[in-house]
């Protein structure tokens, strides 16, 4: 999967490319807007990350150029205004998603994942981790080909945790994911730990391996291949 | 009262009070004028009855009639001419008014004294009606006149007022378009014209340079945050972090997160107070406050916080529907929040009131106060974690749409009323 990061802050493009590297995309990135209308000009990309505010353009004028040419491109937009308008804006041109900064790498992971499933692989809806399929059409999922009994939030829970196998994810990136602005409300995230705990509990009675770990003091991390 | 009315009822009433001085004077002067033609018709009657006497001088007393007398006088009555008004009276009819002419004069070395009298009440009544009656009838003519082109003359000469006022009405900053006046020669309208657009324009300067400046201090803010945020997220992949390393990366995963909503917070607070949030539309607070509730479900689960809505009247409220979700999230995020374990959240709900009634929880004196000096208010659950910003923002939004705000503390509960 062919990706590329239009972001001018130097930092956050470089720490963009290491992740989404790591996490086996091929990542193509620029600083500003004129080398990102000659890149999405000339190459086709399975997905684009744009930073909305560049130096010398919006990010928004970007979307149309690539859908135009290439309307199977996922785009995700990224702003640190944090404005309505904008997120209307973009989302009315043409991309896919929206997040605001600051994000988790792995929640940018999470929406590249789901944004490739409905552009690039139409038809399969289906995510198999482990022994678990997840039916993301239907918010289902299968464990030993028996339906579990999940809550809608620990569905969120388990569908970010398999978008991230492998990953240690932070409480916040969890909680940020899954409860949204909501989060913005509280001051402790320990009513995680019960959402974790009863999920654990559930992927245990339907005789699941124990893919979910507790990372010390940081959060949690899925791995279907370490069980 | 409107400027049309306004100037209508003065109008009418001066109108009024200068037709009924005109009227009373003219009917003065028409009084005046009726009885100096008498008095002058008098005048001429006298010397043709007085030749008529001396013609036929056969009785002491001539009586021509009830209106014309002549008696024989002494010398030392003899006066000027003088005419005066006298009242008839008679037991069958009312009194009634006549002008007198008392003359005398000397025939054959006799003096006599001539009394010639004219009844005028009548006459002056029918001539007064008939006026009246022309009176109202000219100043009938003159009202309609006058409201008829009162109301045209108004409409024409204050268009560009009103049609300023629309604009100004509908103008919004974040709009493209800046009030446009019709064209007049009224140079008053130019120069209010002016004023305004003047104004306008400036607003909306303002606004955008302030939307500008909000803008790019979240860019600066959360910029560094993101980047901050990254690079923790990609630190927390190493195998080789100690228990030690890991509990100081969860603590700057909370400052990032503090200093996140911080700013979100103060980037809320500066939009409220300087009027981003235009539009308005009609609040339904039940089906707000229910979706909030579940929403939010997790926060009473953590404290096994047990929430009941009591539905009393519906209130509707006309509000910024943004605005609206933050005020219920906010007061039902503190209720939670400082809400006692396994207690429970009231929430009453009546057409012009709102009652959040919950069980307070146990002070602990690690706790942090609730609203800190940003706010500069007496925080109602007094103290917690969080940056305090919480209830001044419910605050504001009250301020903002004219909503008391009423807290109250006791040691069984706290209550928080919003009155609409």
Redesign the interface.
Known sequence: MKILVVEDDAAIRKSLVQYLSENGYLVESCANFREASEKVFIYHYDACVFDIMLPDGSGIDLIKPVKDQHPDTGIIMLSAKGEIDDKINGLESGADDYISKPFHLQELNARLKSIIRRTKLKGNNTLTVGILEIYTENRTITCHKKPLELTGKEYDVLLFFATNSGKVLSKEAIAEHVWGDYIDQIDSLNFLYTHIKNLKKKLQQADAPDYIKTVYGIGYKFDPHES | MNLRQVTHQFLYTISGVLMLFSGLISIFFLRGAIINSIDHMLEQEKIPIIENFIENPSQDIYYYSSQVQIVKSDSSQIRKDEISTIYTDSLNEKKKQARVLKSYFTHNHTVYYLQLSHPFTDYLHRITLYYLLFLSILYLIVTLVIIYYGNHIHKKVWAPFYSLLVQLKNFEVVSENLPKIKNTKIAEFNELYDAVYRMAQRAKDAFNSQKQFM?SS??EL??P??????????L??SEKLS?YE??R??AL??S??RL??TG??L?LLYKIENQHFLENETIHIQPLIERMVE??H??A??KNITTHIHMHKPLYYHMNK?LAEVLI??L??NAY?YGHQNGYLQIHIYSKQLIFLNTPQQNNNNEKPADSNLSGSNSLYGK???QGL?ITIIKRICQKYGIDYKAEKSDIFYKTELYF
């Open positions: 803008e979240s860019h959360k910029t945050l993101t980047i901050m945020l990254q690079n923790l997220d990609e927390i992949q228990s890991m509990v990366i969860q995963y909370e990032v997160r996140n909503q979100k917070s980037t929403n939010m997790f926060l689960e953590e943004a999230s906010n039902l995020s929040k917690n974690y969080s919480g």
